[in-house]
């Protein structure tokens, strides 16, 4: 009797078929030999392409298989030059595409960080109030500004400041904005501001790491003050 594992691809019900799973639930849904599978896209005689992805994943493992040779694949039995050269192909694409990744994220890990992200505000007319959004490793995942004020004055409320927050999942915000006025000494408005936002952001379990002002020459830390 021939078992499941024995099965042409077409004889599996098509919940199990790899593409046809990938197009109703998406590729995070599949495991690592069904997203191999479609990639080779056929198997050989007696073995489908789920079993031959499974041969290729238990010969190499996570690790070899990231580094294997074209030669050496295209050599393995129901592999092939043309399936070996997508596999490697697929390999490459992944690599490159992570390391633009990596090479993108920004970490806030300073004053100077935050002004770096900033600098287009420091010069401007009108008070413009933007909130970093970081991860627990303080990586930059969401910028926006929330308002743009007058020549003197900015309102920020806190639904404003902490949806973004909640969407883009932060664990942590940094408060910016800019004083026309030249002078980076904060206001009774900027500390009254500061301090709703803070408690609003322990309610939420999301910490105000610090508000910094800026201007065209200079700027204040609340953090540095020991004022957050």
């Known amino acids: 009797m021939t078992g499941k594992i024995g099965k042409t691809i077409k004889q599996l019900p098509k919940v199990e078929r790899p593409r046809e799973k990938f197009e109703k639930k998406g590729a995070q849904a599949l495991r690592k030999k069904e997203l191999l599978a479609i990639i080779l896209r056929t198997g050989i005689e007696g073995k489908n392409v789920l079993q031959v992805a499974q041969d290729i994943l238990s010969k190499y493992g996570d690790k070899k298989l990231i580094d294997v040779s074209y030669k050496e694949?295209?050599?393995?039995?129901?592999?092939?030059?043309?399936?070996?050269?997508?596999?490697?192909?697929?390999?490459?694409?992944?690599?490159?595409?992570?390391?633009?990744?990596?090479?993108?994220?920004?970490?806030?890990?300073?004053?100077?960080?935050?002004?770096?992200?900033?600098?287009?505000?420091?010069?401007?007319?009108?008070?413009?109030?933007?909130?970093?959004?970081?991860?627990?490793?303080?990586?930059l995942s969401h910028k926006e500004t929330v308002s743009i004020g007058t020549l003197n004055a900015n309102l920020a409320h806190p639904r404003e400041v902490f949806e973004p927050a909640i969407r883009n999942l932060a664990a942590q915000i940094i408060l910016v904005h800019n004083h026309p006025s030249g002078d980076p000494e904060p206001s009774e408005d900027d500390l009254e501001l500061t301090k709703r936002l803070v408690e609003a952001g322990?309610?939420?379990?999301?910490?105000?790491?610090?508000?910094?002002?800026?201007?065209?020459?200079?700027?204040?830390?609340?953090?540095?003050?020991?004022?957050?």
């Open 202 to 228: 322990k309610i939420l379990g999301i910490e105000v790491m610090d508000h910094i002002v800026v201007t065209k020459n200079g700027f204040f830390s609340f953090k540095e003050k020991e004022l957050i």
């Open 73 to 139: 694949l295209r050599n393995m039995r129901g592999v092939g030059p043309s399936k070996a050269a997508q596999v490697i192909a697929a390999i490459e694409l992944g690599k490159r595409l992570y390391k633009e990744k990596v090479e993108k994220e920004i970490f806030i890990n300073s004053s100077e960080d935050v002004l770096k992200e900033v600098s287009h505000i420091r010069e401007n007319k009108k008070e413009n109030f933007i909130v970093l959004y970081l991860d627990a490793r303080n990586k």
